[in-house]
């Protein structure tokens, strides 16, 4: 299992850019969650202390044309992805 790599990470991160937990530049950087031991990557928000995550929840859309998201708790690990590996391979540091 490759090392993780969460100190360079937020405690919480959102892919909304509407959200105060935007943030673009880390995002391009490309984040990976393992959330519960399983590769998530439909994730559209997370937060590490609280032990949760957002995902949306099939096609259905709110009225503002947002999706709708549900609410998943469980083990929340973030890591940076390298930009020519394969998805789930980490950055050790």
Same mark, same amino acid.
């Given at each position: 299992?490759?090392?993780?790599?969460?100190?360079?990470?937020?405690?919480?991160?959102?892919?909304?850019?509407?959200?105060?937990?935007?943030? =673009?530049?880390?995002?391009?950087?490309?984040? &990976?969650?393992?959330?519960?031991?399983?590769? $998530?990557?439909? %994730? /559209?928000? *997370?937060?590490?202390?609280?032990?949760?995550?957002?995902?949306? =929840?099939?096609?259905?859309?709110?009225?503002? &044309?947002?999706?709708?998201?549900?609410?998943? $708790?469980?083990? %929340? /690990?973030? *890591?940076?992805?390298?930009?020519?590996?394969?998805?789930?391979? =980490?950055?050790?540091?």
């Amino acid at each position: 299992m490759p090392q993780t790599s969460t100190d360079a990470l937020p405690d919480r991160l959102s892919l909304d850019p509407r959200s105060p937990f935007h943030d =673009a530049a880390l995002l391009e950087r490309g984040v &990976g969650i393992r959330f519960n031991g399983v590769e $998530r990557t439909n %994730v /559209e928000e *997370y937060c590490v202390s609280e032990g949760w995550i957002k995902v949306a =929840a099939g096609k259905a859309r709110d009225r503002r &044309g947002q999706p709708m998201t549900m609410k998943m $708790r469980g083990k %929340v /690990e973030p *890591y940076l992805q390298l930009a020519d590996a394969a998805p789930g391979e =980490a950055i050790a540091e």
